[in-house]
């Protein structure tokens, strides 16, 4: 069937800010769907909120609108654009979900627009759990025994049938948000309270447990004519009970024989014909009792998906760019396989090596969230990583991971003596509780002596992983004989070890010697490492696609070009303060380069990202990024330069090694670099330019910190150096906290000093993104965060342009960001970090890298700054590329972070320099604060019109509370507020009730907010005591959805963008029209 | 990095591979191939179509799920080496009962794992399909490359009478079944059909009897009479190895048979269905590396679907044959990949065939429906 002709306008809806459960992999699939729709010739409509998407960029898309992801604002869009279909299934479960809302509220039948892809019955026959089971009931496929309800007294009817562990499962929520496991009728109520309140239909269904059963996974693909192929099958190692994106998963699926995995084959074919999934990919899971064989379905997602993306990067198949053009009526054989472009995409690939994907956990970032897998997921990030074999691929991925791992190091160190009872209890007990470092427990409990069968019994990892695990671990204890004997570092048995994975950090640590004289040893044997490549087909066609992975065999595939080129290094994994944006930087060196006729190389692991698709970028490498790996395929490729400023932390650290290495760094130096991250270099960068910086002093003892502190005077903020989000970064108000957290920044800290600043309070923070070329340097975007210094900049809030700064401090910090990065001799990006204090700039931070504010400022000033800097790196001036002076949009454009803290019970939702954020969203209007009100929309606060507002504030916070309060009451809300700050705002004459405090017992505040009686909360405190007393009131707010606001600034900007809010609504614009007003 | 036995892996072109022996020790020869399914390498090594060949899997970890007693296609194993870049020593899988090494030893075949099996696939991909030996007593590379020179390919020999039945016998039994292995159809059978066993795959039979179709399984080398005197309400011809040209006696039963008994249904799967070409007259080719996998894309010509088939063949009936003026044969289906010959059938008699292999085992379900078809014809009589 060729393509349909009746449809000229497609609407295609993203998934909005990362979160936890849906990250970059849904730029990755939309910016594939809109690349493949424009090039079959429709003109596509693109509605993502996430400014740090590739799909937003404004040449993607015929019309980009950056606006919030709910219904009427999308409404607003349909009837702008009259797009003839809408194509739900490449957005994650947001556009499926807003798809179905759009369906439901008559918009679609108003505006007449098609949903392609999947309808509206197979959306719900495959997201209502009762539909679900009737549907697989009908074709005899068995799912675990469960009961939907839909409320609480509904499930206590149950309390007796139930049968425990019990899983609870929300209905339309993603990343299993809201799920559980219980094993009590305490633990039952519990969950079933949170699961009702988690979903958005107020739906759960309680299962029978099939925890410790296998679970599997089918990515399925089926066209309008009925034909449907498998693209991959994943082996989860994790047993049932752990959530999908939380298990170490395995392509393609290993201990299934042929007649069971057809089977399963079999049922995936079914369920998505009587699901009724038009065309395009779904997710089938499936668990199988590693006993018996019995097979149960336990869910199928109607649309692309993370596992869709790691499918896609396991076998090369593009599945959701297939799938976008099996929605506009291709059919799989009308379409051909870009890879062997022989071949047509109607087969099934089959794959010659094992991949391997493990999830990247923050529980460090969330004190008080509780290390533990289950049902819901709580990682923030993956790695996949490809080898000849599983031990290979287990291994690379484990070195991808940026933990500090570079192979199944022991956890417990027993110097060759037996584990103590104590620690073999605790080693069980790992073993049992599935947890973010089980895989090392397991290698442990194999050093420990545990049996393979009972590290199973415990564990529930099939024996075949086990093994596989055991054996790296006999393989360190061989290698650890054989390199003590031979001190020359026995060639064959590196070799050996080269081929089980092992990396040459790891085998240094085996032999006693330096990672350097490993690689030596390893030169001089002539053990270099292969590259093969990733081909759909296991070598039967040739592969005209240069997409690579290393290994230690006899041929290698790379077969690389005389072409000048260059190498980018890639962000690694997905992990708070560093995400999406910095992939997104990457991609646009590499698009920029590529347009200049440079070939390019991508180099990273991270399987969600459109920089590993293998049509980014000339040349894949689908690698870790050790030093190791990227000298390795330095030395196949021999590039021009390697480019380390865009990929954040991860390659930057690599930057210094790789030029001791001889590697070329393109860019600015990496003396430059440490000239910005070095405090005494930086302290006298700073003085001879005669800028100012807080007063701030480094200690390399809990003792001489205090005294430091006692020199600059409280408050002071003190910080670990070399680390990156804020990892452990306090304020300090008092001699008496100060010790606890200076011991804490030590620990984080390791070898390094830690740092201490004075903190100044109520200060505004700037951010600034800026391009240099050695000799000119241009403010790309000057950002004025919305919360006061002291909240990390990637969780504040911030407007482009600044909305309250005098045109003098502008002007001022433009003034220094130019000189430091003239200074610097910045050949790139730098971002500088100020606090303004009465009127005085001090410089907090400089970075001579890529930021994490890139892309929004690229999308707020409609200039793509990645691009430029790139170009510049590469050798051109600013003056040949054009961008010469700054640009001053007319409209605001607003950044709000988003945050995970719903997933983290008993974690406070207060803002600090610590940064928690997953993703972030921008509001656009020419009125800040509606492009305020917009960015709160798009991160999922909807600002009340009116109502009861609740406000309780700290003393120093008492009069500003006083404006908001009588800002409030002007429109027309009721104010009730805690007995001290209820008393302050009467004694200005306004009319307050009061409420209790939670200690001062029921009746009390939290009470009123569980009950839907609070409209907003703005809550401000400090001091411990005071923290934990109003925990509650934050953590039901935000459990309650409420708009609530910790800080005064925060406060300030929602009452105003609620004054703008009732005066009109909210419209919609896209970027091109935008760019277009621009001076 | 346990000491293990040496193994070589040598080619008639000169490339000499090394890696480790599993399974049983010795040499052996055979025309070397590469098999591109994830699973099933059971049911592969008990396939006699790989008879006279040395098979390499390209996927790469192979033993996972161990040996058990319901997954052979046949009585034995035929193949003349299995080559693996990793054999997984210890399997697991409910279903269990022994290692792939303990099975090999049982059977006297060769293994060997720890080579770069995805060069050699490339290099047989590129050079086409060769001769090998693989031995783990010789390990000269000079001798056994020569070995290989002098060991005889595929082309000319008749491998079918190596692997047929030496009697015959009946066959009724269903198909595989989780907890149930492979029980009695629940009915008797309505039809009973003469099956030439050519190194016949097991699972076609269950594919018949599933149908209510018991066989009755024949050596290779009955003749025509023989086969007619039972009365059969359908011929069907089997899969099996090698060249279909030397099995000459079965082309000349089959020609026999359409002669004497026009409108008896006949249907032919792989070795089968290019020894019905023969039958009529086409030339069969020689595949420059063949089909062996489980993900082959085939077009039914009339209803446009795909099916992903499972294959394996070397030789084929070539495209030309349909386009033969007065042509009785009309091509049915076509490999999407490389445009080759799938299916056909017989204008106006009841005689078709297909290249690839709908009874699956390993690989897809998808093309059962092959069976239905063969079932209506024998209804339609």
């Known amino acids: 069937m060729p393509k349909r002709n009746d449809i000229e306008t497609i609407l295609i809806i993203g998934s909005g800010p990362i979160v936890i459960g849906q990250a970059c992999e849904f730029d990755y699939s939309g910016t594939q769907a809109v690349k493949a729709l424009r090039e079959e010739g429709f003109r596509v409509v693109l509605v993502n909120s996430n400014p740090a998407t590739i799909m937003t960029d404004p040449e993607l898309a015929h019309r980009t609108y950056i606006e919030p992801l709910v219904p009427e604002i999308v409404a607003q869009v349909i009837a702008a654009e009259r797009p003839q279909a809408l194509l739900p299934t490449l957005g994650g479960q947001t556009a499926l979900n807003l798809a179905v809302e759009l369906a439901e509220m008559g918009v679609l039948d108003q505006y007449q627009v098609e949903l392609i892809g999947a309808k509206l019955p197979a959306i719900h026959k495959a997201e209502n759990r009762e539909l679900f089971k009737q549907a697989m009931l009908k074709i005899g496929l068995k799912l675990p025994r469960s009961d939907t309800v839909h409320s609480l007294e509904e499930a206590w009817k149950l309390v007796g049938t139930v049968e425990y562990p019990a899983i609870i499962r929300p209905s339309f929520t993603l990343g299993g948000t809201g799920g559980n496991v219980a094993t009590n009728e305490k633990e039952y109520e519990e969950y079933c309270k949170w699961g009702l309140q988690e979903s958005p239909k107020h739906e759960i269904l309680i299962e029978q447990s099939v925890i410790g059963w296998k679970e599997f996974e089918l990515e399925v693909m089926r066209d309008l004519k009925n034909n449907v192929v498998i693209i991959c099958s994943i082996e989860n190692l994790d047993p049932m009970g752990v959530h999908t994106g939380d298990s170490v998963t395995i392509a393609p699926a290993q201990t299934l024989t042929d007649k069971e995995y057809q089977i399963m084959r079999d049922a995936a074919l079914a369920i998505i014909r009587e699901i009724g999934v038009d065309t395009g990919g779904s997710n089938i899971q499936f668990a199988v009792n590693p006993g018996d064989g019995e097979m149960m379905v336990i869910e199928m997602n109607p649309r692309v998906s993370r596992s869709s993306a790691l499918a896609s990067k396991a076998t090369g198949f593009p599945i959701a760019k297939i799938a976008a053009k099996l929605a506009v009526g291709y059919t799989l054989d009308e379409i051909q396989n870009d890879i062997t472009r022989e071949t047509p995409a109607s087969f099934e690939p089959t794959i010659d090596y094992v991949v391997t994907k493990v999830p990247r956990f923050a529980f460090e970032k969330f004190p008080g969230a509780e290390d533990k897998l289950t049902t819901q997921m709580k990682s923030v990030g993956e790695v996949m990583a490809i080898g000849r074999t599983f031990k290979e691929s287990l291994q690379k991925a484990l070195r991808s991971l940026e933990i500090d791992s570079y192979g199944l190091e022991e956890r417990i160190k027993h110097n060759g003596r037996k584990p103590s009872p104590a620690a073999l209890k605790k080693l069980r007990e790992n073993l049992r509780t599935p947890h973010s470092r089980r895989l090392w427990s397991i290698a442990d409990a194999f050093r420990a002596g545990l049996r393979l069968e009972e590290i199973f019994q415990l564990s529930r990892v099939d024996p075949w992983f086990l093994q596989s695990i055991r054996e790296i671990v006999e393989s360190e204890q061989e290698l650890k004989g054989v390199f003590k004997k031979s001190r020359n570092l026995d060639p064959a048995a590196l070799r050996a070890a080269k081929q089980l994975g092992f990396s040459d950090r790891r085998l240094a640590v085996l032999a006693g010697v330096s990672e350097k004289e490993v690689r030596q040893a390893r030169k001089t044997a002539g053990i270099e490492a292969v590259f093969k490549r990733v081909d759909t087909c296991a070598a039967e066609f040739e592969a005209h696609t240069p997409y690579l992975y290393s290994t230690y065999e006899r041929e290698d595939e790379a077969r690389p070009t005389d072409r000048q080129k260059i190498v980018i290094l890639g962000g690694g994994p997905n992990r708070i303060g560093q995400g999406i944006e910095f992939d997104y930087c990457c991609v646009h060196a590499s698009l920029a380069l590529s347009e200049d006729g440079w070939e390019t190389i991508m180099v990273n692991c991270n399987p969600e990202t459109v920089s590993t698709d293998y049509d980014t970028s000339d040349r894949l490498y689908f690698e870790p990024l050790t030093l190791e790996n990227v000298l390795d395929i330095v030395r196949e490729e021999k590039p021009f330069g390697v480019i380390v400023q865009f990929g954040g932390q991860t390659p930057l650290k690599l930057a210094v090694p790789l030029a001791e290495a001889g590697v070329p760094i393109l860019g600015t130096s990496p003396e430059a670099i440490d000239r910005a991250e070095d405090r005494q270099l930086f302290a006298e960068l700073l003085c001879k330019l005669n800028l100012r910086q807080p007063e701030n002093g480094a200690a390399r003892s809990v003792a001489e910190a205090e005294a430091v502190a006692e020199r600059i005077g409280y408050p002071v903020l003190v910080r670990p150096s070399y680390v990156l989000g804020g990892r452990a970064m306090m304020i300090v108000h008092d001699r008496r906290s100060f010790r606890h957290f200076a011991r804490e920044a030590f620990k984080v800290s390791s070898d390094h000093p830690i740092l201490i600043d004075r903190f100044l309070r109520d200060a505004v923070e700037v951010d600034v993104d800026c391009v240099a070329d050695g000799t000119r340097a241009v403010i790309g975007g000057i950002m004025e965060h919305i919360e006061e210094a002291g909240v990390h900049s990637g969780d504040s809030a911030c407007a482009l342009p600044p909305y309250s700064l005098s045109e003098e401090v502008v002007a001022e910090i433009t003034r220094q960001t130019k000189a430091m990065a003239l200074e610097l001799k910045v050949k790139g990006l730098i971002n500088a970090q100020y606090a303004v204090k009465d009127g005085v700039v001090y410089v907090l931070e400089v970075n001579p890298r890529a930021s994490r504010t890139v892309p929004f400022v690229s999308k707020a000033i409609g200039r793509p700054l990645a691009k430029i800097a790139a170009r510049v790196m590469a050798g051109k001036s600013l003056a040949e590329l054009g961008f010469i002076e700054e640009l001053k949009p007319e409209y605001f454009s607003v950044k709000e972070a988003v945050f995970p803290f719903v997933k983290f019970p008993n974690v406070d939702v207060l803002l600090g320099p610590e940064m928690r954020s997953t993703g972030e969203v921008m509001g656009i209007d020419p009125v800040f604060e509606r492009a305020y009100a917009k960015s709160q929309l798009a991160a999922g606060t909807r600002l009340p019109a009116s109502g009861l507002a609740f406000i309780s504030v700290k003393d120093s916070d008492k009069a500003a509370a006083a404006g908001i309060a009588l800002n409030l009451h002007r429109l027309g809300f009721k104010i009730v507020a805690t007995k001290g700050t209820a008393k302050y705002l009467e004694s200005g004459g306004l009319l307050v009730s009061t409420v209790r405090k939670v200690k001062e017992g029921s009746p009390h505040i939290v009470d009123m907010i569980r009950s839907g009686e609070i409209a907003v909360v703005i809550n401000t405190t400090a001091g411990s005591q005071s923290i934990s007393d109003s925990f509650s009131i934050r953590r039901s707010a935000l459990l309650m959805n409420l708009p609530y606001f910790t800080t005064i600034p925060g406060a300030l900007a929602g009452v105003e963008a609620i004054a703008h809010l009732r005066r009109r609504g909210l419209s919609v614009k896209p970027l091109q029209e935008y760019y277009q007003t621009k001076p | ?381």
């Open chain 2, 1 to 381: 990095m346990k000491k293990k036995d040496k193994a070589v892996l040598a080619l008639a072109d000169g490339t000499v591979l090394e890696g480790y022996a599993f399974g049983a020790r010795g040499i052996s020869f055979g025309e070397v191939v590469f098999h591109t399914g994830m699973t099933g390498y059971q049911e592969i090594l008990t396939d006699p179509s790989y008879r006279g060949q040395i098979v390499t899997m390209t996927y790469t970890q192979i033993g996972n799920t161990g040996i058990n007693a319901e997954d052979a296609e046949s009585r034995s194993v035929w193949l003349s080496g299995f080559v693996v870049k990793e054999y997984m020593a210890r399997p697991s899988n409910f279903r269990s009962e022994m290692t792939l090494d303990q099975y090999l030893r049982e059977h006297r075949v060769i293994g060997i794992e720890g080579l770069d099996t995805r060069f050699l696939t490339r290099h047989l991909r590129d050079q086409g399909a060769m001769t090998g030996v693989l031995s783990t007593e010789d390990l000269d590379p000079q001798n056994l490359v020569a070995k290989a020179q002098a060991a005889p390919t595929l082309i000319g020999r008749d491998l079918a009478k190596e692997v047929t039945c030496e009697k015959p016998y009946e066959f009724y039994e269903g198909l595989w079944e989780l907890g149930q292995g492979h029980p009695q159809p629940e009915k008797p059978p309505r039809f009973r059909v003469a099956a030439l066993d050519f190194g016949i795959k097991t699972n076609i039979l269950r594919g018949l009897s599933s149908r209510g179709i018991a066989a009755m399984v024949l050596p290779a080398k009955t003749p025509a009479e023989e086969i007619l005197a039972l009365n059969p309400d359908g011929l069907f011809l089997s899969n099996g190895p090698g060249d279909p040209e030397p099995v000459s006696y079965a082309i000349a039963a089959v020609r026999k048979i359409v002669k004497m008994k026009p409108e008896l249904p006949i249907f032919g799967i792989c070795l089968g269905h290019q020894i019905l070409g023969l039958a009529f007259g086409c030339k069969t080719l020689k595949l420059k590396f063949g089909h062996h996998g489980a993900n082959h894309p085939v077009m039914d010509l009339a209803t446009r679907e795909v099916a992903i088939t499972s294959q394996n063949h070397g030789f084929a009936v070539p495209e030309d044959f349909f386009k033969k003026e007065g042509q009785a044969f009309e091509l049915t289906h076509l490999n999407l990949n490389d445009q080759t010959v799938e299916g056909m059938r017989h204008r106006e008699l009841p005689i078709f065939s297909v290249q690839y292999h709908p009874e699956a085992s390993p690989g897809p379900h998808d093309a059962v429906s092959r069976f239905d078809r063969f079932l209506d014809l024998l209804e339609e009589r």
